[in-house]
T-cell receptor, first 116, second 113 residues
Framework: GENVEQHPSTLSVQEGDSAVIKCTYSDSASNYFPWYKQELGKRPQLIIDIRSNVGEKKDQRIAVTLNKTAKHFSLHITETQPEDSAVYFCAASKVGGSSNTGKLIFGQGTTLQVKP | EAQVTQNPRYLITVTGKKLTVTCSQNMNHEYMSWYRQDPGLGLRQIYYSMNVEVTDKGDVPEGYKVSRKEKRNFPLILESPSPNQTSLYFC????????????FGPGTRLTVL
């Protein structure tokens, strides 16, 4: 089955710096890769996603890149702010087909701390 | 307001005492799942349901049961809780059209003594 590895487990950056979180997946059939942000005591919320037919996607200060050949994808946050402090989860999934159950396989999570 | 709700939000119980965590969504979603979140392990799927009366095991189903008698509700049942089921539990739902885009409930923190 699919396995997703996420690194680093913790990341501390100064406000204004960039942060990069990396994930690798094992199943080459996975074709949908969402990122979730979980603030302390809150639920995970989708912040950005990418499909395998796209190499990069950007939304304001966050971007995600995908390398299908190497089976890894990354979350990039630029100009970090204290409110970016949270746990970030990557996930992999297979979209399409009648057998698609919507299942997400999550990485282990990265705790990002942005120091003012 | 579109939302997924869970109850209770916090629960402390003892080994062997049956409990149910409720989950309800008001978005008419077909797909619902239960996850548990443990430090260093991320979120792992316990059970999922693709529609009323259709449920199946996820990756860590041992010790749990679910039912889907109505589209909006998907309760998680622990018949005989054990300390290794101490965890943070999330219910999630998604539509048939975007089944991989899941919306999470607020979470239930369960402690089994």
């Amino acid at each position: 089955g699919e396995n997703v590895e996420q690194h680093p487990s913790t990341l501390s950056v100064q406000e204004g710096d960039s942060a990069v979180i990396k994930c690798t997946y094992s199943d080459s059939a996975s074709n949908y890769f969402p990122w979730y942000k979980q603030e302390l005591g809150k639920r995970p919320q989708l912040i950005i996603d990418i499909r395998s037919n796209v190499g990069e996607k950007k939304d304001q200060r966050i971007a995600v890149t995908l390398n299908k050949t190497a089976k890894h994808f990354s979350l990039h946050i630029t100009e970090t702010q204290p409110e970016d402090s949270a746990v970030y989860f990557c996930a992999a999934s297979k979209v399409g087909g009648s057998s698609n159950t919507g299942k997400l396989i999550f990485g282990q999570g990265t705790t990002l701390q942005v120091k003012p | 307001e579109a939302q997924v709700t869970q109850n209770p939000r916090y629960l402390i119980t003892v080994t062997g005492k049956k409990l149910t965590v409720t989950c309800s969504q008001n978005m008419n979603h077909e797909y619902m799942s239960w996850y548990r979140q443990d430090p260093g392990l991320g979120l792992r799927q316990i059970y999922y349901s693709m529609n009323v009366e259709v449920t199946d095991k996820g990756d860590v189903p041992e010790g749990y049961k679910v039912s889907r008698k109505e589209k909006r509700n998907f309760p998680l049942i622990l018949e005989s809780p054990s300390p290794n089921q101490t965890s943070l539990y999330f219910c999630a739902s998604s539509s048939r059209e975007a089944r991989n885009t899941q919306y999470f409930g607020p979470g239930t923190r369960l402690t089994v003594l």
